[in-house]
Structures are given as structure tokens and as C-alpha cells.
């Protein structure tokens, strides 16, 4: 049966846990007919991407596990000219050592760039799905097995059930059958205060506003600490509406297509 993987993002701490076992696994390791043996430097057939994002006080890093998407329709294998991307049954795409002539048109044709090329034996490499492993009595790859939250995982697509219903593949690739999923891939988030600046207070329970361009309105309190944040919410340019009884309504654009954004301290004038 066709197996998938599936990646929760919302778990991820960014431990790099997948990208070491992975590093241990190949390095130094000859799994032929797998894969001959990943170099000690240049290649993460697992690599785990970071992205900040915000402005200070309101920070986050963003963690994305990459990998080979093991595609139904890969564009790697389309361009190889010498049959050495082979498709097992399990849905595993294996790009074979000794079938492999060194073009490098693979390397181009990826659109997440996860193909690899070994100067010293001139061929090209990347993830096996840790095929090796599965045919002889693991029941998950590496990097599953090695992660404690259970961000990435491997399973038949029916055993999944309703977490693929929001999950979706990585925007690059569109179009070649993915058959990595993600969950909560990071959309925008904009956070503020607001704060009382004459009595020096922050305003607890203040309701903020966040229109969309299509008119879509999402609300919220400001919590104990006069915080407010909109989260996993799509870039667009909003207006905000802030109240609080007893002051002034306050309004202010937040321009969110390109970059989260941290608002600061949003002060109210009192009536």
C-alpha cells in the first residue's frame, strides 16, 4: 500500500533530531542497492529550515522540516534521462546509485531543491525514505522514529484519516502529486499591547478589530498582560478597530502581505 508522510508543524521545537539521525544514517554508510554513501558535508537529504519572523517584542522562529515530497509525479524522474528514479510500491521514490550517470538535470528539475550531487563518486542523492530500514523490519524512517513530539510521521494515507483534511503539500510543489504533507504551515500573525499610557496601565480587555481586505473580521480581547495576537491568518493589508469603554476607538492599517508584524504598545486616549 502507498504510504505518506505527514508534518505537523505545530509541534516542531526545532530540536534538529530529524536532520542528525539522518546525517548518522548515510554518512559514512553504503546502503546499496539504497544509496551509496551521503559525504560528511554539503547534503541534509533531511534538513530542518528557520525562519524568524516579527519584530521585537514579538518574536517567533518558524521550524520546516524539508525533504524529498516522494512525488506521483516527480519532475526529477520526468528529466532523467537514464531511468534511475525508480517508484517502489510503498510510493517511495528511490533515485539509484548504479543507474545514475551524473547529468545533474535532476538536481534542476526539483523544484524544493532537495537533490544532492556527490563530486567524488559524480552522481546524484538524496532521501531514500530510509527504504533500507523499512525492508528489513522497521516499520518507520529515521527521522520518524527519532522525533519525541511526533511532527513527522509515516503511515498508509487512510490511517491518517481527518489530519489530511486541512494538510497540504508545500507550496513549491504544486502540480507533482506531493506525497509530504504538512500541517499549520506558518501563514501571518500580528501582535500588540495596548496600553493606557497617561495612567501608565495596560488595558485588559480591550476588543481589537482585524478586517480584511474581502472583509472578513476576526476579533479579540487583549488578555491579563494588555496583549492581543492574531494568528495562522492570511497576508493581506487589515484595518484595526481597538476599544475599550471609557476611552477613545483608535484605528491604525496593518500590512501583512509580505511579513508578520509586531505592533507594539497601541496606546488609547481616555474620553
Known sequence: MTKVFLVDLSHCNGCYNCQIVCKDEHCGQDWQPYAAAQPDTG?????????????????R????????????????????????????????IVLSPQKCTGCRDCLDA?????????????IAQKCTGCAHLLDNGWEVPRCVDA?????????????FGDLLRDAETLPAMDGCGARVYYRNLPRRFM?????DLKADELLIGAE???????????T?????????????????????????????????????RDIDRSLGDIALTSI
Request: glycine fraction near 6%; charge should be negative.
Open 147 to 159: 522525533c519525541a513530539h511526533e511532527v513527522i510521521r509515516y503511515a498508509e494515507e487512510s490511517e
Open 110 to 122: 526539483c523544484p524544493l531543491g532537495v537533490i544532492y550531487f556527490n563530486e567524488q563518486l559524480n
Open 208 to 218: 481589537v478589530k482585524a478586517r480584511a481586505s474581502d472583509g472578513t473580521e476576526l
Open 43 to 59: 547534503q541534509f537529504w533531511m534538513r530542518l529550515d528557520e525562519k524568524e519572523r516579527g519584530q521585537v517584542p514579538w518574536v
Open 61 to 92: 522562529v518558524a521550524h520546516t522540516p524539508i525533504f524529498c515530497s516522494h512525488c506521483a509525479d516527480p519532475a526529477c524522474a520526468a528529466a532523467c534521462s537514464s531511468n534511475a528514479f525508480e517508484r517502489r510500491d510503498d510510493g517511495l
Open 191 to 195: 501582535a500588540g499591547s495596548v496600553v
Open 220 to 256: 479579540l480581547m487583549t488578555d491579563d498582560l494588555g496583549d492581543f495576537k492574531f494568528d495562522q491568518i492570511a497576508p493581506d493589508m487589515y484595518q484595526l478597530t481597538i476599544s475599550a469603554k471609557g476611552f477613545q476607538e483608535h484605528t491604525l492599517t496593518a500590512d501583512l
